[in-house]
């Protein structure tokens, strides 16, 4: 797929769990013992190896459930030359109008951010879905959601955990720094990463979307998944709409409040579906993922995943052979951020 090591390219940063950034270069090397031109990322998440497939010249379909992932890939998957210049950020840093909504600052006080940051959230998102073109909302809100990623501890909106910053304590853990830093500095840092990482690789890219990863299209020749991880220290599996589903809001902001999920207490998230179930309940994982493979037995598949996981790296060897797969598991040793554990990523190539 080229030379990737001296090509000096820089991906947008991510705070974002189970983000494969920091594996593009290992998922490269071994792409390339096969030969497609055309693939679909099933999870898609941050768009960081559909943007690495876009690099070097494939066509590229970028799947996800959550709007906000798809918003992200729409900025610099889809997009091939929009960019926000310093106009489009005042656009968005003004107050343009006399009154602005207060939802976040009305749902969400006390929850997340401070009250003058939800008041600016309310100002810069209602500004944001005054631009015409998508790609410049697209790039905008992207570094809307790493803004507000970096200013929460641990990056996720699962619990109301402002304390944990606003506590004049002695920490051992963090960045109190990123955390004050002003929504306005964050942003406009983020925009120059997208705007750095737009480009043309003259194929029709796009994103598509959706729930139900099994009726995404087929007639690629390759299909790469990301899944949600399901460990056996788990009880249920990562659930991604619970960690960003305020970013989830932010994507459709004017709706946000009809979307409110019931008992959900303070941090007030959207309620689950069947299909974020699929991958969190262990009742149903394994069937999930035969399902998966299934669908696309007669594309090459790339899955990533890890060695303590649920199906385990046996399983899914079984079920890619069911499939009248050839396979090889590629590992590397790694550990998570928020993890203690040790683990292997693992990376399954089947032809």
Same mark, same amino acid.
């Given at each position: 797929?080229?030379?990737?090591?001296?090509?000096?390219?820089?991906?947008?940063?991510?705070?974002?769990?189970?983000?494969?950034?920091?594996?593009?270069?290992?998922?490269?090397?071994?792409?390339?013992?096969?030969?497609?031109?055309?693939?679909?990322?099933?999870?898609?998440?941050?768009?960081?190896?559909?943007?690495?497939?876009?690099?070097?010249?494939?066509?590229?379909?970028?799947?996800?459930?959550?709007?906000?992932?798809?918003?992200?890939?729409?900025?610099?998957?889809?997009?091939?030359?929009?960019?926000?210049s310093d106009k489009d950020l005042a656009s968005v840093f003004s107050k343009t109008q006399k009154r602005y909504p207060?939802?976040?600052?009305?749902?969400?006080?006390?929850?997340?951010?401070?009250?003058?940051?939800?008041?600016?959230?309310?100002?810069?998102?209602?500004?944001?879905?005054?631009?015409?073109?998508?790609?410049?909302? !697209?790039?905008?809100?992207?570094?809307l959601f790493q803004a507000c990623l970096a200013k929460r501890p641990f990056n996720l909106f699962h619990r109301a955990?402002?304390?944990?910053?606003?506590?004049?304590?002695?920490?051992?853990?963090?960045?109190?720094?990123?955390?004050?830093?002003?929504?306005?500095?964050?942003?406009?840092?983020?925009?120059?990463?997208?705007?750095?990482?737009?480009?043309?690789?003259?194929?029709?890219?796009?994103?598509?979307?959706?729930?139900? !990863?099994?009726?995404?299209?087929?007639?690629?020749?390759?299909?790469?998944?990301?899944?949600? %991880?399901?460990?056996?220290?788990?009880?249920?599996?990562?659930?991604?709409? !619970?960690?960003?589903?305020?970013?989830?809001?932010? !994507?459709?902001?004017?709706?946000?409040?009809?979307?409110?999920?019931?008992?959900?207490?303070?941090?007030?998230?959207?309620?689950?579906?069947?299909?974020?179930?699929?991958?969190?309940?262990?009742?149903?994982?394994?069937?999930?993922?035969?399902?998966?493979?299934?669908?696309?037995?007669?594309?090459?598949?790339?899955?990533? %995943?890890?060695?303590?996981?649920?199906?385990?790296?046996?399983?899914?060897?079984?079920?890619?052979?069911?499939?009248?797969?050839?396979?090889?598991?590629?590992?590397?040793?790694?550990? %998570?951020?928020?993890?203690?554990?040790?683990?292997?990523?693992?990376?399954?190539?089947?032809?």
């Amino acid at each position: 797929m080229g030379d990737f090591a001296n090509s000096g390219f820089r991906y947008p940063s991510t705070r974002y769990t189970g983000s494969k950034r920091r594996f593009l270069e290992w998922i490269k090397e071994n792409s390339d013992t096969i030969k497609f031109d055309t693939v679909l990322d099933l999870f898609g998440g941050t768009a960081s190896v559909s943007l690495l497939f876009k690099r070097y010249g494939k066509q590229v379909s970028y799947n996800d459930f959550l709007a906000s992932n798809q918003i992200v890939a729409k900025a610099i998957v889809e997009n091939d030359g929009i960019t926000i210049s310093d106009k489009d950020l005042a656009s968005v840093f003004s107050k343009t109008q006399k009154r602005y909504p207060n939802f976040i600052q009305n749902t969400y006080k006390n929850v997340f951010f401070l009250d003058e940051e939800n008041a600016w959230l309310d100002q810069a998102i209602t500004n944001i879905n005054k631009i015409d073109n998508e790609y410049k909302r !697209a790039i905008l809100m992207a570094s809307l959601f790493q803004a507000c990623l970096a200013k929460r501890p641990f990056n996720l909106f699962h619990r109301a955990n402002l304390y944990i910053r606003t506590n004049d304590v002695k920490r051992t853990f963090c960045n109190k720094t990123t955390w004050e830093r002003s929504f306005e500095e964050l942003v406009s840092r983020y925009v120059k990463e997208y705007n750095n990482a737009v480009f043309s690789n003259k194929r029709n890219n796009r994103v598509i979307g959706g729930y139900n !990863a099994a009726k995404s299209p087929n007639g690629v020749d390759l299909v790469y998944m990301d899944p949600p %991880y399901f460990s056996e220290h788990m009880t249920q599996g990562t659930n991604y709409l !619970a960690y960003y589903h305020f970013l989830e809001g932010l !994507a459709d902001y004017k709706n946000w409040k009809n979307r409110l999920g019931k008992d959900t207490g303070k941090v007030k998230r959207m309620e689950d579906s069947e299909e974020v179930y699929s991958f969190t309940r262990k009742d149903r994982v394994l069937e999930t993922f035969e399902k998966l493979i299934k669908r696309f037995q007669h594309t090459q598949l790339i899955i990533s %995943y890890q060695s303590n996981g649920i199906p385990s790296k046996e399983q899914i060897i079984e079920m890619l052979h069911n499939g009248g797969k050839k396979v090889k598991v590629y590992e590397k040793p790694h550990k %998570y951020a928020l993890s203690r554990r040790q683990t292997n990523e693992l990376l399954f190539v089947a032809t």
